[in-house]
């Protein structure tokens, strides 16, 4: 028989794939570490611009949040709107207004479900609830953002 015509034999097949078993053993590990490692910065980064944001729309609205319309009221469903659009140094929404935008657009939490990702519980609890109802958390006293989900971010809690 050729050499040359000859194919793989068995033995050489299974030590192709142990090999490649082995290689596959130390390689995934360390992309879902890679991928943790992504999330967990990506929320601390989102986290941080919030933060500060909100200090600066506290700092040129007179020391009120942007939870808060410009009669003083209470208006959740626009914070995002505040921190993403214009208003005037009363708080009032206008797209003409000399303030703002704050950012781009409104993030969503990396670790929260893609249907409340975006969204905003509001409370006065220095630590937020973890029950993963919404992607944030805003203290309405503290003027303060937090992750809202059951997991990621926890040591960028307020409380700890």
């Known amino acids: 028989m050729d050499r040359q015509n000859r194919g793989f034999s068995i033995v050489e097949l299974l030590i192709v794939i142990t090999m490649l ?3 596959a053993a130390i390689a995934v590990p ?3 570490d890679a991928s ?3 999330r967990s910065s990506a929320l601390g980064t989102d986290l941080q611009m919030l933060r500060r944001q909100v200090v600066l729309y506290k700092m040129q609205h007179n020391g009120r949040g942007p939870h808060l319309d410009e009669s003083g009221a209470l208006d959740k469903p626009n914070l995002p709107t505040r921190l993403t659009g214009r208003t ?7 797209d003409n207004g000399a ?3 704050y950012m781009k657009q409104w993030p969503v939490n990396p670790y929260a479900d893609s249907a409340v990702a975006g ?3 509001f409370g006065t609890a220095t630590a937020p609830p973890r029950d993963g109802s919404t992607g944030w958390y805003y203290n309405t006293t503290t003027c303060v953002f ?3 989900t059951t997991e ?4 960028l809690d307020p409380s700890n």
Do not use: C, M, V, W
Not at 88 to 94: A, E, R
């Open 119 to 121: 969204s905003i519980t």
């Open 146 to 148: 937090s992750a809202n």
């Open 21 to 23: 078993a082995i290689i």
């Open 36 to 38: 943790e490692d992504a």
């Open 30 to 32: 360390r992309l879902i």
């Open 99 to 101: 303030y703002g935008p």
């Open 88 to 94: 005037t140094q009363q708080g009032k929404l206008d």
């Open 152 to 155: 990621g971010g926890e040591e």
